[in-house]
Nanobody, 124 residues
Framework: QVQLVESGGGLVPVGDSLRLSCQAS????????MAWFSQAPGQDAEFVAV????????QYADSVKGRFTISRDNAENTVTLQMNNLKPEDTALYYC?????????????????WGQGTRVTVSS
C-alpha cells in the first residue's frame, strides 16, 4: 500500500511561485501514475496535472498549461508540482493522488490513494 504526504503549500502573492512535493511510502511506487488535484472551498476536486508511471508522459489542465510542471523521481519516491506565475484562482487545497495503473488519467475515480492535501493561497 502506498501512502502519500504532501508539503510545500503556503500563502504567496500573485505572480509568485511554489513547489509542492509529494512523498510516497510503500512498494511499487513506479507502477502508479501520479497526479495533483485541487479543491477550492465548496467545490469538487479538479484535475491539475498527471504523470505516467515511468515519467515519460504528462498532461495538464488547460488552466495551468505553461505555468505548472509535474515531475517525479522514482528513486526517491517523490512527485513534484512546480507552480509559477500563480493567480488568485489557483487558491485551493492541493492533493497528490496515485492511480491504479501506470497510465495517465484525469478522473478522480481513476485514483485509488490520496494524500491529506496542502493548502495554497494566492493573495491579490
Amino acid at each position: 500500500q502506498v501512502q502519500l504526504v504532501e508539503s510545500g503549500g503556503g500563502l504567496v502573492p500573485v505572480g509568485d511561485s511554489l513547489r509542492l512535493s509529494c512523498q510516497a511510502s510503500g512498494r511499487s511506487f513506479h507502477i502508479n501514475a501520479m497526479a495533483w488535484f485541487s479543491q477550492a472551498p465548496g467545490q469538487d476536486a479538479e484535475f491539475v496535472a498527471v504523470i505516467s508511471g515511468d515519467g515519460g508522459i504528462t498532461q495538464y489542465a488547460d488552466s495551468v498549461k505553461g505555468r505548472f510542471t509535474i515531475s517525479r523521481d522514482n528513486a526517491e519516491n517523490t512527485v513534484t508540482l512546480q507552480m509559477n506565475n500563480l493567480k488568485p484562482e489557483d487558491t485551493a487545497l492541493y492533493y497528490c493522488a496515485a492511480a491504479g495503473s501506470p497510465f495517465i488519467a484525469t478522473a478522480t475515480t481513476d485514483f485509488i490513494i490520496w494524500g491529506q492535501g496542502t493548502r495554497v493561497t494566492v493573495s491579490s
